[in-house]
């Protein structure tokens, strides 16, 4: 029988960040290793710190989390204090990832605390970490508690917001990605881990405004595709074809744009393959003017090109789209013609 572990708490609301420590005193913690992002977050630590020393719980590690990898994961939680009850993990991927990972070697319950909404990855099974310069995505623990004040992520900046998005309509191709390998190889799909993905999708493209009510959407969104990943036992109903395009871009890049930016790329192109879904992709990213943190840092065409022919090579027996042909005469008629890409690739 298959045991499913989901987040027993869940605020995704306005002033979340501050009443954190109201929220572990209620689950009995009193001593926490809090691990934080590097970079400009002091006034979000502060707050945090505040909110904390009110309610009588102790910090006793803070740590700033420079890079997501398996040696300094390795490191702080070799470090933890004796005593230490929790693992929160705040800020960006970095240090979630971070955080989570620490929290599964220790044993210890993980409560996440994103200050934006720019992938599903605070509230997933899995931690991306780099070990000796590659990325790995290992085995973690989902958290036991969710706090995504709205307020902060409303203000996070606009890229991080459209990562975000682009992270959340790349579950459309996952699912479809998920649906061809059982009909072309018999791979099990769990009906309704891939409904619960889909319906999260359908939520928020019903309202994809950047306010507070839209914050709530995405954040819950993002939260209930890492639970559908826990339910599934695999990543399929969040990531196939358009995940395997942007890892590939992150190996050929010495510095990769922001992942959803990436995934939401490779979605658009990836349901052109499945002449599917594809009118339900552009409508949201353009609504929400994704194109625009795009076109600022824009993916030269030759790199697309190296990755749409690396991607089908990453991940054996993960059977996609791009197992099935050669995909990139397609591509490069779309890269070069679609005027939804124009400034969103640069010519060779």
Not at 145 to 161: F, I, K, N, Q, S
Not at 177 to 196: I, M, Q, Y
Request: net charge negative; with cysteine.
């Amino acid at each position: 029988m298959q045991t499913v572990s989901i987040p027993s708490l869940v605020r995704i609301k306005p002033g979340v960040l501050d009443r954190v420590g109201i929220y572990l005193r209620r689950e009995q913690i009193s001593r926490v290793a809090l691990l934080v992002s590097a970079g400009p977050v002091e006034e979000l630590l502060r707050r945090m710190q505040e909110g904390l020393q009110r309610e009588a719980v102790d910090a006793v590690q803070t740590a700033m989390v420079a890079e997501a990898s398996f040696e300094q994961a390795m490191r702080l939680f070799a470090e933890l204090p004796a005593g230490c009850q929790a693992i929160v993990g705040m800020g960006g991927g970095r240090a979630l990832d971070t955080a989570k990972y620490v929290a599964f070697l220790a044993g210890l319950p993980y409560y996440a605390v994103p200050t934006s909404l720019s992938n599903d990855g605070y509230c997933s099974p899995r931690s991306s970490l780099t070990l000796e310069g590659g990325r790995k995505s290992l085995a973690a623990r989902l958290p036991v508690g969710v706090l995504v004040d709205t307020e902060v992520c409303l203000h996070a900046p606009l890229p991080l917001w459209h990562s975000g998005v682009g992270d959340l309509i790349a579950k459309v191709t996952a699912i479809l990605d998920w649906k061809l390998a059982f009909h072309e190889r018999g791979v099990p799909v769990n009906d309704f881990a891939a409904l619960l993905s889909d319906a999260t999708v359908s939520q928020f493209v019903s309202r994809p405004s950047r306010d507070l009510e839209g914050m709530r959407l995405l954040g819950t969104a993002l939260m209930l595709n890492g639970i559908a990943m826990e339910i599934a036992g695999s990543s399929r109903p969040a990531s196939g074809s358009e995940h395997l395009i942007s890892h590939a871009l992150d190996l050929l890049s010495p510095h990769p744009r922001l992942h959803g930016l990436q995934v939401g790329l490779a979605t658009y192109l990836v349901s052109h393959l499945h002449q599917r879904e594809t009118t339900r992709i552009a409508t949201l990213l353009d609504t929400t003017h994704f194109w625009d943190s795009l076109r600022a840092n824009p993916i030269p065409l030759a790199d697309l090109k190296q990755a749409l022919r690396l991607a089908p090579t990453l991940k054996e027996d993960f059977f996609t789209i791009l197992s099935t042909r050669d995909c990139l005469p397609e591509m490069e008629t779309l890269l070069t013609t679609d005027p939804r890409l124009e400034g969103c690739v640069t010519s060779d």
